[in-house]
């Protein structure tokens, strides 16, 4: 793939959509540089970049958020420009967001038409909505009861709704942002069936993931940005996911993926899995698939983590618990992954086990001590680490700065117990240090920067520097590559590699197949608070982890 091949102007057909040298500036910040970018009537175009490679603000400016600063913007080969989202639907452009916009209590019906309703006289004129969208879902395969109310679907079935609203303001173009975020792969693969008939029917879309893999599968053309400009496109039949992965950060990068050991690579368009292509990226180097390490077979020594029927309550007063009697074990030098859709208890999972939430009953020993109960300082104490699934909401404070947050766990210990002004400086040196370290980019402002300022990634890399600079011997890591880019992917999986390798016990909740697959050394699966099955590493597959993410046998 060649680092840039521009779009073809030898092809006179026009484009659904287009952007020229556009270029969007922030406070003096580039976001967007002279991109171009096209897709066509019977496309789907996939957009990949690094977290502030200028994916976002691209797509905000092809929706009508943002106004470009120079360039311009064509539909249909004609200029146009939006100065709202309501300018880019009356275009015929739409956009599914990876959280739904959508009012759980009302019907399928009531989301669809909001804002813009069907009328009979000063009544809503429900029963036209409603047959509008039987017709649109049985044109597009998006199979939806109008009737319906939203809370009580699926989540799967909540996209199909996201983009029957699309279809029902007429969007010739579609835009999908992480659109298999929250999705099992057997809907993953639903998606990108309903995906190939939109594209079929002439729709354009625009694909917004970081799963590589998924790339391949579906989309026909790939573009990639990095520091707000286009470094590559080309057809996706012609590069690779280390080619992408490249392109995306500038290096080459080391992929961890499954060993090869069993089937279930993916959604099935993805192809098989590469042989022995799980990589130990410790220095951040590539490692060949001839030569690359898979991660080491779970140990037989004796549990260091015991959790024995641990139930939590529901927030809401529903009778059905969050966690329900749930049961574990994970050994020194493990990695127990916990898979399931988002909202079945994995959230309340790791809170009981940080001190964050209260359980009911005797429900967990860390090696001989039990910690039932325990304050999260006395965790801490006792060797627990946490990396949560919401770094801004739970695990940084944002407005402190990167030195005053890297000692959130150890600020009552020497040297950081000090006076206010004695404690700066060992503060600032200790700081120093992980920054080198984790390869925190903190620029100028350095250890005083504050953390908020931070990208999603750096701001990871902070809350890994804190937990992983102490002692500890359980690691609990919720989410851990949530929104980031392959470079911060690499680097995360490359420590919890390191930390198994030193016989830490870690409990890995992931809402990604590809990660626990790559990384844990047995899987579980949580279904309405339930573990309902554990397999090892060498029977998990995606189709039968789907399955029972579902809740199938």
Do not use: C
């Not at 120093?432 to 250890?447: E, H, M, S, V």
């Amino acid at each position: 793939m060649a680092d840039h091949e521009a779009l073809d102007s030898a092809d006179t057909r026009h484009f659904a959509l287009e952007a020229r040298e556009v270029t969007k500036r922030f406070s003096g910040v580039l976001a967007n540089d002279r991109v171009s970018f096209a897709v066509a009537p019977g496309e789907v175009h996939a957009l990949l970049g690094e977290n502030g490679a200028g994916k976002s603000t691209l797509m905000n400016i092809l929706y009508g958020l943002y106004t470009p600063d120079e360039g311009e913007i064509l539909v249909g080969g004609e200029p146009a420009r939006f100065g709202n989202p309501s300018d880019a639907i009356a275009r015929g452009i739409g956009m599914v967001h990876q959280h739904f916009m959508l009012i759980p209590p009302l019907t399928v019906t009531e989301n669809i038409m909001l804002g813009n309703e069907s009328r009979r006289g000063r009544l809503l004129d429900r029963a036209t909505a409603a047959a509008r969208i039987t017709e649109l879902s049985r044109r597009y395969g998006l199979d939806v009861d109008p009737q319906a109310t939203v809370a009580d679907l699926s989540v799967g079935a909540q996209q199909r709704v996201e983009i029957l609203k699309a279809f029902y303001r007429d969007a010739r173009v579609l835009i999908l942002d992480e659109p298999t975020a929250v999705l099992t792969p057997q809907e993953a693969d639903d998606l990108f069936a309903i995906m190939r008939g939109l594209r079929a029917e002439g729709k354009s879309l625009i694909f917004i993931t970081h799963k590589l893999r998924e790339v391949l599968a579906i989309a026909d053309r790939i573009t990639v940005l990095r520091g707000g400009r286009v470094v590559g496109q080309a057809r996706a039949a012609d590069v690779t996911e280390h080619d992408l992965a490249r392109l995306m950060v500038g290096r080459s990068v080391a992929l961890y993926e499954r060993d090869g050991t069993a089937g279930g690579a993916g959604p099935s368009e993805a192809g098989p899995v590469e042989e022995g292509a799980v990589a130990v990226a410790l220095g951040l180097s590539e490692v060949a698939p001839e030569h690359a390490v898979a991660p080491p077979a779970a140990t037989a020594a004796a549990p260091l983590l015991r959790v024995e029927g641990l139930t939590v309550r529901a927030i809401g007063g529903t009778d059905r618990p969050a966690l329900d009697a749930v049961s574990f074990t994970i050994a020194p030098g493990e990695i127990f992954g916990i898979a399931g859709v988002e909202g079945n208890g994995q959230t309340e999972l790791a809170a009981a086990l940080t001190g964050l939430r209260r359980a009911d009953g005797d429900y967990a020993w860390l090696g001989d001590r039990e910690i039932t109960g325990r304050a999260p300082r006395e965790l801490i104490a006792a060797g627990v680490a946490h990396i949560p699934e919401d770094r801004q909401k739970d695990g940084l404070v944002l407005p402190y700065s990167i030195g005053d947050n890297l000692v959130l766990s150890t600020y009552r210990q020497s040297p950081f117990a000090r006076g206010i002004l004695l404690r700066i400086g060992p503060i600032r040196d200790f700081a120093r240090r992980l920054i080198d370290a984790f390869d925190i980019r903190a620029g100028r402002g350095g250890a005083d920067l504050p953390a908020g300022n931070l990208s999603g990634g750096n701001q990871q890399k902070v809350i890994i520097a804190r937990e992983l600079s102490r002692p500890i011997r359980f690691l609990v890591a919720a989410q851990p590559t949530r929104g980031l880019d392959v470079g911060s992917i690499e680097f995360i999986h490359a420590q919890l590699v390191a930390q198994r390798a030193e016989g830490r016990a870690i409990l890995l909740i992931s809402a990604e197949l590809d990660e626990l697959l790559a990384l844990a050394d047995r899987i579980g699966v949580l279904y309405r608070g339930r573990l309902v099955a554990t397999l090892p590493r060498a029977e998990a597959t995606w189709e039968r982890l789907g399955l029972l993410m579902a809740g199938g046998e």
